[in-house]
């Protein structure tokens, strides 16, 4: 083929109007030319077709075959009903559980009003909600109380178990005392003999 045949061809590919004998031509000229000048994105594209061609194309029965398929899979066994039924009203669930977030959050969010327009009741307002808290601490410290409890017993629990440790340093100590005395005394006579 000459090129201004191959370039004629690839206008009329380009444009669609080719027929099946003609991009035969060009993926045969293509695939047999190494040393095209200009056309190498073509070169490129029919090599990956000629690279494909291999794949087989469907029979005239295979669209009958697919509708046939899902006419047969639209019928649907107990257990698949039942998990769709499953998995709807758990979507139903997962809904209304964003939906009651979304509006517990917004109200969470709402900035309070101020509601008291007279100091003295606003006042009051203020220290009933402080007795409240302060009677909530009271109980929460009064809970505690057995904690505290606890650590006094264990407190003398370690006294009483370290006051053995405790005399036999004290022993040791004394001992210590003699042993020092007594190398001083043998000391004392070494040089005496001298």
């Known amino acids: ?3 201004d ?3 004629h061809l690839l206008e009329k590919y380009y444009r669609a109007e080719t027929t099946v004998d003609e991009e035969a031509d060009l993926k045969e000229y293509f695939r047999n030319n190494s040393d095209i000048q200009g056309y190498e994105a073509e070169k490129e594209m029919f090599g990956y077709f000629s690279a494909t061609s291999d794949i087989p194309m469907p029979d005239n029965k295979f669209e009958e075959r697919i509708i046939s398929n899902l006419r047969t899979g639209s019928r649907t066994s107990p257990g698949t009903r039942r998990r769709n039924l499953i998995i709807s009203l758990s979507g139903v669930a997962a809904s209304v559980l964003i ?3 979304v ?5 969470k969010m709402r900035e309070p009003a101020d509601t008291f327009t007279d100091p003295e ?4 307002a203020a220290m009933d909600v402080l007795f409240d808290v302060s009677s909530r601490m009271n109980r929460a410290t009064q809970a505690m109380q057995p904690v505290s409890k606890l650590n006094e017993i264990t407190v003398k629990t370690i006294q009483s178990v370290s006051k053995p440790a405790t005399m036999f340093e004290e022993k040791l100590n004394v001992i210590d005392q ?4 007594l190398l001083e005394l043998n000391e004392g ?3 005496n003999k001298k």
């Open 189 to 191: 006579e070494g040089v």
């Open 5 to 7: 045949e191959i370039k």
């Open 99 to 101: 939906i009651a977030g």
């Open 1 to 3: 083929m000459r090129k």
């Open 103 to 107: 509006n517990f959050l917004s109200q």
């Open 121 to 124: 009741t606003a006042y009051a």
């Open 178 to 181: 003699i042993t020092v005395r």
